[in-house]
């Protein structure tokens, strides 16, 4: 799906249910987490980039993705860091870094500083929040 412009957005917690399946929505809008080695995604080894399934805007690629054996797609960078956000969760007593889409504020997932290199980190993301595009190689291999 080409992205949406920000206006083009739902605005309440209404608009989104409509859009969002039930389990988009529940990753996206209430920041939740898909049971492990369940996700749609995880096991997509096709090369494309992902894109957020509320927004269409292009995070990750497949060039970065890896297998983490923790049960969730998991990606070592991202694509176009202008469409990805971080912020500090103290949720549960244990302190993560949030993963956020920038353009529809949809949480994705968590990152973690056990990653292979280059970066060494973990961006470990729920299938339901991501949709999939096959792209061409000069696409999903350039880093934005
Ligand atoms: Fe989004």
């Known amino acids: 799906m080409p992205p949406k412009k920000k206006d083009e957005l739902p605005k309440t917690d209404a608009g989104w249910k409509v859009k969002l399946t039930p389990g988009q929505y529940y990753i996206l ?9 369940t996700g749609s995604l ?10 957020c399934a509320g927004c269409g805007a292009e995070l990750f690629s497949s060039e970065t993705k890896f ?14 860091s202008k469409n ?20 529809c504020g949809g949480h994705l997932g968590h990152v973690f500083d056990d990653g292979p290199k280059p970066t060494g980190k973990r961006f470990c ?12 190689k000069e696409k999903w291999q350039k880093k934005r």
Not at 42 to 51: R, W
Not at 67 to 80: C, K, L, R
Not at 85 to 102: A, I, T
């Open 29 to 37: 809008r209430e920041k939740g987490t898909e049971p492990p080695f």
């Open 42 to 51: 995880l096991s997509n080894k096709a090369k494309g980039v992902y894109v």
């Open 67 to 80: 297998e983490s054996g923790t049960g969730w797609p998991s990606f070592y960078d991202v694509y176009n």
């Open 84 to 103: 990805v956000e971080l912020h500090k969760d103290s949720g549960f007593l244990m302190e993560r870094v949030e993963v956020l889409c920038k353009r």
């Open 125 to 136: 993301i729920n299938s339901d929040a991501l949709l999939f595009q096959k792209t061409p």
